[in-house]
């Protein structure tokens, strides 16, 4: 039977969720295509966290090992290179995480396999593998026919699929020896640093007014103040804003970022990146305001407002100075 | 310290209008405006700032049409010293691990310290070049780096995670970074800047030069057979408010007022 292969990713001790989305699609393409999954878990003393995979897939695939107690490039690439020449998957699925984008690439040269990155949906027929894309920032769909391969190597953007996983499958575990760590590039791991919380915590308010690239110049920032101090609302925004440092890092939405619940979430100038919809596409309320009428943020906004941000902002602020 | 950086033209989509031929095979460019890769412009800020301090030389590279010398320019006016020009356009339908072919093919004899792409181009975001150069040249690298520390022979270097997270690596040098924006402030560049290096002479090289057949590159060394565009269609979605300006933000203070949060 044809194996798809899922590679686990975990941090500190909690899986991602990401794993569980991958596991999604891999079992449905496993059903439709009769294909066994396989979860590929590196880690150290890790039995316990990969064992939550075992209602999810077929088989689990544990390879334990002090170097891959946390990822590492080098030692990464060598333990899955094993894997993936003793089995052959037709299918190698990986996250378009930080760990994803580090490893997939590097193994694709490697391995010698066809790679495409960030997909948002894949279909497998007759053993030919297609994938939608989204490319020029979310506004052009681009679906792709790969060459005909015995191998494909996919990543999938994280919330493109459920990660509330169906149950119901019992894996059985295999143990991998780890390979003898011979072809390392020197790269070291010396630990995580999370950023500190200063200034205002975003994901705390219940309002937000969020600000993309389209504020233009940080001058234009008072006039969304005024705004947001009007209805009591926190200021927040994308990372272009934040890379500027016109507002600081802490009040970034998105996976780099943080994520947000608020109930109302008002966007200006943002176009909607995939990475900025992951921190606020759970809000209550999304209400967009975009001179763009094909930016990506309309296609989750509950309301738009096709229109330039400075007209709109004055007169907003003026409706509840009353 | 000698940096190479790659550079990457790509069009400015943010405010414009896109459009797609009818077979739904390309996107048509003509009228599209032509910039430096946002990525890139924080790598090369990087590397001169790193030359700067360390002394060397920085080394840009475009894989492109003549129409690409723009963003060796505007790297030059930023302080790199020398600049080549992949002029190939056989590499149209390339894929990423093509490109990487060519850019590996036109670098692989220089002698670097570093190598600095993106982590990503905006127009197709494969995220692959920089990666699979680090493989074809079998060096260390780390991807997504949001800081750089330089000691002798080795640095230390920060990786962006999710939610707010890094992580802290040590590798040795010479090394591939991919870098991601935000890492430092990009100098402006003015037309002033760009006409005093418009002397500087570019390298340019092409596919044959580098010994590249037809069958490597483009279409046929892609893994990709065929790829099918379309716009995303309008209009799904959010409710667009309607109305003169006054009446939507009118309905706008409605909607905002009926959650009952203010
Ligand atoms: C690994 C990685 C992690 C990332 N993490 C994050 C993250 O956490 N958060 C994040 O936000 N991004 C993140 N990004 C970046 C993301 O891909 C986008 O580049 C970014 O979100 C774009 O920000 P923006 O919408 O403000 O800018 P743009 O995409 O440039 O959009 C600006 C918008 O403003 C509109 N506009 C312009 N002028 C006006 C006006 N006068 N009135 C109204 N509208 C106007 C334009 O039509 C356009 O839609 C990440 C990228 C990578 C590769
Ligand atoms: N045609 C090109 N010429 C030079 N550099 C490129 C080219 N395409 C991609 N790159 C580099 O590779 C990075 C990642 O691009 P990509 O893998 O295409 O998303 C970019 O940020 C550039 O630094």
């Known amino acids: 039977m044809e194996e798809i292969v899922v590679l686990a990713e975990h941090r500190d001790g909690e899986l991602r969720d ?19 999954v396989t979860a590929l878990f590196l880690g150290h003393e890790a039995s316990d966290l990969s064992n939550r995979l075992k209602g999810a897939c077929d088989t689990i695939l544990l390879m334990e090992d002090p170097e891959l107690a946390h990822y590492n490039a080098d030692h990464y690439l060598m333990a899955i290179e094993t894997v993936i020449k003793s089995r052959n998957p037709i299918v190698t699925v990986i996250g378009h995480t930080a760990m994803g984008m580090d490893l997939a690439p590097v193994m694709a040269a490697r391995l010698s396999l066809p790679l495409v990155t960030d997909c948002v949906a894949v279909n497998v027929v007759d053993k030919k593998l297609d994938v939608l894309r989204q490319i020029y920032g979310g506004k052009i769909n681009a679906q792709l026919t790969m060459k005909p391969s015995d191998q494909y190597l996919i990543t999938l953007r994280p919330g493109s699929f459920d990660a509330e996983v169906e149950q119901g499958k019992s894996a ?11 072809d390392l590039k020197g790269r070291q791991f010396l630990g995580y640093i999370e950023a500190e919380l200063k200034d205002v915590d975003i994901a705390a308010a219940d309002i937000l007014v969020s600000i993309g690239r389209g504020i233009g110049k940080p001058e234009n920032i008072s006039l969304v103040q005024d705004f947001a101090d009007s209805i009591g609302a ?27 619940r608020p109930k109302i979430y008002i966007a200006f100038g943002i176009s909607g990146a995939y990475q900025h919809q992951a921190g606020m596409k759970n809000a209550d309320t999304i209400i967009a ?19 330039d941000m400075f007209k709109v902002l004055p007169l907003l602020t003026e409706k509840f100075a009353k | 310290m000698n940096i190479v ?13 896109l459009e797609i031929n009818k077979e739904g095979t390309e996107i048509l460019k003509e009228d599209l405006e032509m ?24 080394t840009v590279v475009t894989l492109g049409d003549e129409d690409c010398e723009d963003v060796l320019r505007t790297s030059l006016a930023m302080g790199a010293d020398e600049a080549i020009l992949i002029n190939e356009e056989g590499f149209e339908l390339s894929d990423a ?21 993106g982590v990503q181009c905006s127009d197709n975001g494969w995220a692959q070049v920089g990666l699979i150069l680090a493989e074809l040249l079998g060096l260390p ?76 590159i483009g279409v046929k060394g892609s893994h990709v057979a065929s790829q099918k565009l379309s716009l995303p269609p309008v209009g799904e979605g959010a409710e667009i408010l309607e109305g003169s300006l006054d009446e939507i933000c009118e309905k706008t203070a409605q909607i905002v007022l009926d959650k009952g949060v203010i």
């Open chain 1, 18 to 36: 990401i794993t569980f989305e991958m596991l999604t699609i891999a079992n449905q393409l496993g059903k439709e295509n009769d294909m066994a």
């Open chain 1, 172 to 182: 059985d575990t295999q143990t991998v020896p780890a390979p003898s760590w011979t």
């Open chain 1, 234 to 260: 926190t200021l927040s925004c994308s990372r272009p804003v934040a890379d500027e440092e016109w507002l600081p890092k802490s009040r970034q939405v998105g996976t780099s970022g943080k994520t947000v």
């Open chain 1, 289 to 307: 305001v975009n001179t763009d009428p094909r930016a990506p943020i309309f296609t989750i906004a509950h309301y738009g407002i096709v229109e």
């Open chain 2, 5 to 17: 950086v790659c550079v990457r033209q790509v069009p400015e989509v943010t405010d414009a209008e």
């Open chain 2, 35 to 58: 910039d430096i890769n946002e990525w890139d412009n924080y790598a090369v800020e990087e590397a001169v700032r790193i030359k700067e301090e360390h002394g060397g030389k920085v």
């Open chain 2, 97 to 117: 691990a093509g490109i990487a072919k060519g850019i590996y093919r036109a670098i692989r004899d220089l002698s670097f310290d570093l190598l600095f792409t």
């Open chain 2, 141 to 216: 690298y780390a991807s997504l780096v949001v800081g750089i520390e330089i000691n002798e022979g080795t640095m230390i270097v920060r990786r962006e995670l999710e939610s707010n997270t890094e992580e802290k690596l040590q590798i040795p040098m010479p090394a591939i970074l991919t870098i991601q924006t935000g890492i430092n402030s990009p100098r402006y560049v003015s037309i002033m800047g760009i006409q005093k290096v418009r002397k500087i002479e570019i390298r340019e090289t092409d596919s044959e030069e580098l010994g590249l057949s037809e069958e490597e």
